[in-house]
């Protein structure tokens, strides 16, 4: 049997934003995430205590992610409680990254949340159940976009 993480009362949080690629990065994405998490916070009563922000940063590794990395780091010396991001891809995009970090994060007591997935980060059975789904379907698109971008160089070829 699995037990459920025991998670802190979440008082404080770091918002996570990511977009993939530097032209995204020039555009709304990160500051629609920022808005859109920091309303949640507010509604919450949460205070915001960092925003870490990885601007052209593919999801398919923390490799490359330096604010990722900062954020695991000091969540490891119990900075805040929880971490926000717009969509759980957001996070990570391989299973692994996803578990290892995630499962990191769960020991320290601090939770992963997702604005657009609202069971990710509960310690239920069903939240449970659909945080690895989710997980899951991050892998999934991370695969079938490499795919189509595959496809696509060699028709243009």
């Known amino acids: 049997m699995i037990s459920a993480p025991k998670y802190r009362d ?9 977009v993939s690629t530097k032209e995204q990065a020039k555009g709304y994405s ?8 920091s309303e949640w916070a507010e509604d919450q009563g949460w205070q915001i205590s960092v925003i870490y922000e990885d601007p ?9 992610r330096l604010k990722f990395k900062e954020m695991i780091a000091r969540a490891q010396m119990d900075e805040f409680d929880a971490v926000l991001v717009l969509m759980n891809d957001r996070f990570a995009r391989p299973r692994r990254d996803a578990v ?16 657009t ?4 980060g509960d310690a239920s059975p069903a939240g449970f159940m659909m945080e690895g789904m989710s997980d899951v379907w991050a892998a999934y698109y991370s695969v079938q976009l490499s795919e189509n971008v595959s496809r696509g160089k060699a028709a243009r070829v």
Do not use: M, N
Not at 30 to 37: F, G, I, V, Y
Not at 56 to 64: D, F, H, K, L, R
């Open 10 to 18: 979440i008082k404080r949080v770091a918002l996570y934003l990511r």
């Open 30 to 37: 990160l500051d629609s995430q920022r808005e859109a998490l």
């Open 100 to 115: 290892v970090y995630k499962d990191l994060l769960k020991g320290r007591g601090v939770r992963v949340l997702s604005r």
């Open 56 to 64: 052209g940063a593919s999801g398919t590794t923390v490799e490359g």
């Open 117 to 120: 997935e609202p069971a990710v």
